[in-house]
């Protein structure tokens, strides 16, 4: 679980504990992984691994991933969680801070799926869960950073799915609309988040992080045997609009 230390992806990983995986949790610094590790473990009484490791750089990914293959004996299920998001109109960002969106989210996932790709192609049941988002879905002002990169792992995992078929890996994605995160609460009450969550979210409400464990444990699991190169969206009726 890459970027598991908090937010949607330490919900996640919880849940894929809860129906039995042995987790790894992965974050920028070993505290925060171990952090959640141990809650985790501590909630559901399973195996789990805390894992430093920094999403952009090639070595460090591999390593990462050597880690869990090392302590679990291989490895079954990726999900791509870690993420960053950047928010501002094209004219007000920079070229790096485009780049650095593009590099936490989609260049990490791609080195990630890498990395693992032999480990995966050994497992029995090999699933990798991208984490996108409905702004790869659509689109709002201000955003040009976020749904480019988001977009891209659209793509990523709909071409993934059709290179890794012959070997016995699904590759899907789940879209989440507006979770209610650290990330989004400091905008919960902004123009646009009000419009979008009154006016174009069927539930008309924010989702809950608890409610991201099912979709996660769907794809994870046997009961998606037949699915690969999908888009599950968990937006509360957001792209349905």
Known sequence: MTGGSRGLGAVMAEALSFA????????????AAQATADEITASTGGSTL??????TDTASVEAAVSSVVDRFGGLDILVNNAG??????IGDLNRSEFEESLAVNVTGPWLTCRAA???LWKSDCGRVINVAST??????????????SKGAIVQLTRAL????APHGVNVN????????????????????????????VALKRWGELHEIAGATIYLASPASSYVTGSVLTVDGGWTAH
Not at 20 to 31: E, I, K, P
Not at 50 to 55: D, G, L
């Open 173 to 200: 994605a789940i879209a989440p609309g507006p979770f209610l995160t650290e990330m989004n609460q400091p905008h919960q009450h902004s123009e646009h988040s009000v419009r979008v969550i009154g006016q174009e």
């Open 161 to 164: 799915a059709m290179e890794w």
């Open 84 to 89: 960053i998001l950047v928010r501002g109109a």
């Open 20 to 31: 039995g995986a042995r987790v790894a949790v992965t974050s920028r610094t070993l505290s």
């Open 50 to 55: 805390a894992v430093e490791m920094e999403y």
């Open 117 to 119: 790709a032999a480990h």
């Open 135 to 148: 702004f790869g879905l659509v689109a709002a002002p201000d955003r040009t950073a976020y749904t480019s």
